[in-house]
Nanobody, 117 residues
């Protein structure tokens, strides 16, 4: 079993910045990706950014140039630095850990990000 602990989020004005962190614990495969997804009421959860163990990153188009995902010094920790935030970034953000071999996904409890105009 894998547990994901998220920190960060909150309320910020448009143009501001927020940082999210996620730490994973439990039985974690060496071959995985970690990242962040977001969801608003009535919409599907969408990928925001992911990073592989090798450091390869992937971003939703709207986040490119504004968000940066990185791996922490602590094992199985990832950060999402969000800059130039827009009201459209308002959502519940979920940390994800994806085991490549099994295809299994684990999710955090979600943290709210609200960007006011």
């Amino acid at each position: 079993q894998v547990q994901l602990t998220e920190r960060g989020g909150g309320l910020v004005q448009a143009g501001g910045s927020l940082s999210l962190s996620c730490s994973a614990s439990g039985t974690i495969s060496a071959i995985k990706t970690m990242g962040w997804y977001r969801q608003t009421p009535g919409k599907q959860r969408e990928l925001v950014a992911t990073i592989s163990d090798a450091g390869y990153t992937n971003y939703i188009d709207s986040a490119k140039g504004r968000f940066a995902i990185s791996r922490g010094k602590a094992e199985n920790t990832v950060y999402l630095q969000m800059n130039s935030l827009k009201p459209d970034d308002t959502a519940t953000y979920y940390c994800n850990l994806h085991h490549i071999w099994s295809g299994h996904d684990y999710w955090g409890q979600g943290t709210q990000v609200t960007v006011s105009s």
